[in-house]
DNA sequence: TGAACCATGTAAATAGTTACATGATTAA
DNA sequence: TTAATCATGTAACTATTTACATGGTTCA
C-alpha cells in the first residue's frame, strides 16, 4: 500500500501531471519506490475518487491534454498518518541470492559473468547516489530538520549499494580463489 | 518469474507436498524468496502442467492426501538455464525509506518509535543468521563448492541485516541529536 | 505532411495477498 | 465424538508489468 503515499508526497514537493510524476520516479522518489506510468495514472484516478487529490483547474481538460494534481488536505491527513503506522519490515526478495542458491544445487555453472555485471551496475548506482549527496549534502552546512530527513533515506541508499558491491566483490573473490570460506566480519554491538 | 525456481530448487534439495515446502519456504529458502501456501499449491500445479515436476505415485491421490513431487529433467535443465540468464538486479522498493521521505514533506512526525521497532527485529534476524553460519559453516574447515556457494549467500543476508541495524542506529542517532549531519564513510575502491 | 515527441489512457497478463472451504488423521 | 491438526485447494482481491491505442503539438 505504498504507492498511493508516494505519489501524495511527490505532489506535496510540487503538484504535478501523471507524466511529469512518471519522470520524477525515474529519478528522485523512485529511487526507492518505483512505479509505471499506467499505475501512476490508475492510481491518480483513485485518488482523485477517494478526495485526496483533485486536478487543478484547467481550460481545456480533454484528452490529450496535461492535468496537473495537487494534494487536498484529506491527501495531507493520510499521508501525515501512515508515516507513523507500523509497518513490518518486508522479508529480503532478491533473485540473485535465490539464483546463487539454486546454483548450489545445479551443480554451480558458472555465474561470474552475471556477478560482474551486477557488481559494475550496483557500483555505477553508488557514484550517483555519492555524487547526489555531494550537490546537496555539502559537509559542513547548517541543515534543517527535514534536509537530515532526506540525507539520511540518501544514506541509506548509498549504505545499500556499497553494501552490494562489497558482497560482490568478496563473493567474486571466494568463488574465484577460494581459501577458507568467505570473510567473517563482526557483527555490530549496540553504542 | 523467480517462484517457480524457487520452488524447483527446493524440490530438488528434497521431493516434498505442497505444505513441506511451505514451511520450508518460512525458514531456508524462505529468508531469500517468501510465498504463501496458496501460491505454492497453485504453482505447483503449473509446473506439473509444464511437465518440469511430478507427483511421485500414491496409494490413494484423494483430496486431503499428501501428495510429493519430484523433479524431472525438464525441470532441472530449466533451472539451470535460468541460474546464468542475465537479470537485473531490481530496483530499491523499501517503505521505510519512503516513509522518511514522506515525514520529511509533511513535516516530520515521530518515527523514533517505528524506527526502534524496525532496529530491534533486524537485530533478532541477523542473530539468527548468524547463529546459521555458526552451526552450519564453523571456521577451518573443508568445504565443497556447493558449500561455498550456500556460504556466500547466508554472507549476503548477514550483511544486508548488519547495514539495516547499522543505518537505524545511525539514523537514530542524528534525528535524537544533530550534529553536523549523517556520519559519512568512504566509498570502497575496487581491488 | 509527416516524423518526433508530449500526454493520457485501455487491456490483458502475471504475481502476490487475504479469506475461506473441505476432507483426512489423530489424540483427548 | 469432537477438537486440533494436517493437507490441499478455490475465490476474490490487490499490485505490478507489458503491450497497445489515441489524440495533441512542434518543427523540419
Redesign the pocket.
Known amino acids: 500500500?505504498s504507492?498511493p503515499h508516494a505519489i501524495l508526497t511527490a505532489l506535496l514537493e510540487k503538484p504535478s501531471?501523471?507524466?511529469?510524476l512518471t519522470r520524477r520516479f525515474d529519478r528522485s522518489i523512485g529511487y526507492f519506490w518505483?512505479?509505471?506510468?499506467?499505475?501512476i495514472?490508475?492510481e491518480?484516478g483513485k485518488l482523485e475518487q477517494a478526495g485526496h487529490i483533485r486536478a487543478l483547474p484547467s481550460d481545456q481538460p480533454?484528452?490529450?491534454?496535461?492535468?496537473d494534481y495537487e494534494v487536498l488536505p484529506a491527501g495531507l491527513q493520510e499521508l501525515t498518518s501512515w508515516v507513523t503506522r507500523p509497518e513490518d519490515p518486508r522479508q529480503i526478495r532478491d533473485p540473485l541470492l535465490l539464483r546463487l542458491r539454486a546454483a548450489a544445487v545445479v551443480g554451480g555453472p558458472d555465474m561470474e559473468a552475471e556477478l560482474v555485471r551486477h557488481l559494475e551496475l550496483h557500483r555505477a548506482q553508488l557514484e550517483d547516489y555519492l555524487a547526489f549527496e555531494q550537490r546537496d549534502f555539502p559537509p559542513g552546512r547548517r541543515i534543517t530538520r527535514q534536509d537530515r530527513l532526506r540525507h539520511v533515506v540518501l544514506r541509506g541508499g548509498i549504505e545499500l549499494e556499497t553494501f552490494w558491491t562489497k558482497w560482490l566483490t568478496d563473493t567474486l573473490a571466494e568463488l574465484r580463489d577460494p581459501e577458507d570460506g568467505p570473510t567473517r566480519h563482526a557483527a555490530p554491538d549496540g553504542p
Chains 1, 2 share one sequence.
Request: net charge positive; hydrophobic share 30%.
Open positions: 500500500m504507492l501531471s501523471g507524466l511529469e518505483s512505479a509505471t506510468h499506467q499505475q495514472y490508475r491518480l480533454a484528452r490529450g491534454q496535461k492535468k
